[in-house]
């Protein structure tokens, strides 16, 4: 089950990269903090975020480009 949509994948991506170019830039204990990158980069892989579950957000379309809502 995907809930997040393309656009999100996109900054997810972009989000992801820029905390782990962190790494690079920190030094000591703190450039463990650029590993968190990893999270936005491995939602955006898959699809699918379990905080949107929780909180019951869903971001991509539906199959087809189309509203899950919309009525037919």
């Known amino acids: 089950m ?3 949509g393309s656009i999100d ?3 997810r ?5 820029a905390l782990l170019s962190l790494w690079f830039v920190l030094s000591g204990p703190a450039r463990y903090v650029a590993l968190a ?3 936005p ?5 898959i699809g ?5 579950t929780l909180i019951g957000l869903k ?4 199959v087809g480009g189309a509203s ?4 037919a």
């Open 13 to 17: 991506v972009v989000v992801g990269l």
């Open 2 to 4: 995907r809930n997040v």
């Open 48 to 52: 699918f975020c379990p905080l949107y």
């Open 9 to 11: 994948r996109i900054v």
């Open 68 to 71: 899950p809502n919309r009525a």
């Open 37 to 39: 990158g990893l999270v």
């Open 59 to 62: 971001t991509n379309r539906g």
């Open 41 to 45: 980069l491995l939602t955006a892989a």
